[in-house]
């Protein structure tokens, strides 16, 4: 007699981290630009070249680019000073192993630029990595037995969710951008973020649709300080080996590099050359179908057994909810005109016993009423009612948002957050099981047995050493039946 094993193969996520990171640098202005009077604002883009694996912990390596947007001496102009932060950051992650698939992706917190003197300043940019490992798992799932026919089997059957390919794939998005009416006399702060909207799976490969999206700080030909604002929607087919239809994709994009720079088209006129290095780290799921062997007896000898956990993800339930939300943001004098702001979630969002919590960064550039341009950032938290079970893979996107100015600014936008329902589970799987004596005989053809109300007819069974179905035959239950139900039942005698 021994146990029918097979194997369960997935990729497990073995290690996962959420980590921060500040980085500083003091930056001189340029001997080709005039003294610096005060910082208006700063901006920054973060971009990760390597992501690198090692013995109990993970690697990684980019570049935060800050522009600081600062006020010329005597003059209402704004110019910019430039500071590439290189960075490496080291996060302890226990178990992993060098030959782990390694994904992590970096969002910033804040940035700030303070001046030291009006040819020197300082920048500093807070980082929020999220970094997750995945290797090759397998483990043997007792399903039967095999014997002689005397042993009983109670098998459990139920969806298990599994992570069966994960992958990096790196592409590159390229778009000339028209100018339209903005007359772009010199730029001043580029940025650029990518932002997945869907994934599908095919066979053998996943099609990415996402946005990426372009803000470009200017002055114009008369001085003033404007914004360009431009969408690149793009769509990406990566070869996945093994994908199937019906998985389903959890895609996070992140930035390898990203060019904006002013150019000609063929008909001469000025666009935006835009080259975007995009890397795109996705984890494929599946839900199969697991048997289990719960428990297992025999009507010829005792039997001795054994039972072990088996920990699972339940299959996911499709969660969204909406919030709109309103924040008034006090200003250093009344605002004029808004010439620049931008949402984002820098933090992702956090499940909460109430909820789940997104903390949105609010960051607006407006000139006030005495003509200077000031900066304004602040952190609006928002609460979203939880999902059913535990939250998987949380994403929150903002739209319908719009910034008024008077004598504060005033913030609209609706907060969407979404992810999966679901949960972990539980079950006992039998792990051993041992013969031992043969049962003795009983001539009596029939035992009649009163029995409290919640036996299952599983457990009346195996405490008799008799086989269900020969229980139903017996009482003239279904075969389906469960429970014997109320009163006296006849239990089949040892053969």
């Not at 459990?156 to 969710?161: K, T």
């Not at 909406?322 to 931008?342: F, H, L, N, Y």
Request: with cysteine; glycine share 6%.
């Amino acid at each position: 007699m021994e146990l029918i094993r097979e194997p369960f193969r997935t990729r497990r996520l073995t290690a996962e981290a959420y980590t921060t990171q500040e980085e500083t640098a003091e930056a001189v202005v340029a001997d080709a630009n005039p003294d610096a009077a005060r910082i208006a604002d700063a901006v920054a883009s973060v971009t990760i070249r390597d992501r690198l694996p090692r013995e109990g912990a993970a690697e990684i390596r980019g570049t935060v680019r800050v522009c600081a947007l600062c006020i010329e001496e005597g003059t209402e102009r704004l110019m910019r000073v430039e500071v590439p932060l290189s960075f490496v950051h080291k996060v302890e992650l226990p178990g992993l192993s060098a030959d782990a698939e390694l994904m992590c992706d970096a969002t910033l917190t804040g940035v700030e630029a303070r001046l030291l003197n009006p040819r020197k300043l300082s920048v500093r940019a807070g980082l929020r990595f999220h970094t997750r490992a995945y290797t090759d798992a397998e483990e043997l799932l007792t399903s039967g037995v095999r014997d002689d026919g005397t042993v009983q089997e109670r098998r459990l059957s139920f969806p298990v969710r599994a992570a069966a390919l994960t992958g990096t794939k790196s592409f590159t998005v390229i778009e000339e951008l028209p100018l339209e009416d903005a007359d772009i006399e010199e730029p001043l702060a580029k940025t650029a973020e990518a932002a997945p909207e869907s994934a599908v799976c095919g066979e053998g490969r996943v099609t990415i649709r996402g946005n990426a999206a372009v803000r470009v700080l200017y002055n114009d030909s008369a001085g003033l300080v404007r914004a360009y604002r431009a969408q690149i929607p793009f769509e990406q087919a990566a070869e996945f080996p093994g994908a199937g239809e019906d998985m389903r994709a959890e895609v996070t994009l992140s930035l390898k590099s990203a060019e904006i720079e002013l150019a000609d088209d063929t008909a001469g006129q000025k666009v935006l050359s835009v080259t975007l290095g995009v890397c795109a780290e996705t984890v494929l799921y599946e839900t199969r179908s697991v048997t289990l062997l719960a428990d297992a007896y025999s009507t010829a000898y005792e039997t001795e057994t054994a039972v072990s956990p088996f920990v699972y993800e339940t299959p996911e339930e499709p969660w969204t909810e909406s919030v709109t939300v309103e924040e008034k943001a006090e200003t250093v004098c009344p605002v004029g005109r808004v010439v620049d702001w931008q949402l984002s979630v820098p933090g992702g969002a956090e499940t909460l016993p109430d909820g789940v919590q997104v903390t949105v960064l609010f960051r607006a550039l407006y000139a006030g009423d005495d003509g200077l341009v000031y900066g304004l950032s602040r952190r609006i938290p928002v609460t979203v009612p939880a999902p059913p079970g535990r939250a998987q893979e949380l994403a929150a996107t903002i739209t319908d948002a719009s910034v008024t100015g008077a004598d504060a600014l005033t913030v609209r936008f609706t907060l969407h957050a979404s992810g999966a329902g679901g949960g972990e589970a539980q079950t006992d799987m039998l792990s051993s099981i041992e013969a031992g004596e043969a049962l003795a005989g009983d001539p009596d053809t029939a035992l009649i047995l009163r029995f409290a109300a919640d036996e299952s007819l599983w457990t009346l069974a195996k405490a008799y050493h008799a086989a269900p179905e020969a229980i139903r035959a017996l009482n003239d239950l279904p075969e389906d039946a469960e429970s014997p139900g109320p009163g006296a039942v006849l239990i089949p005698a040892v053969q």
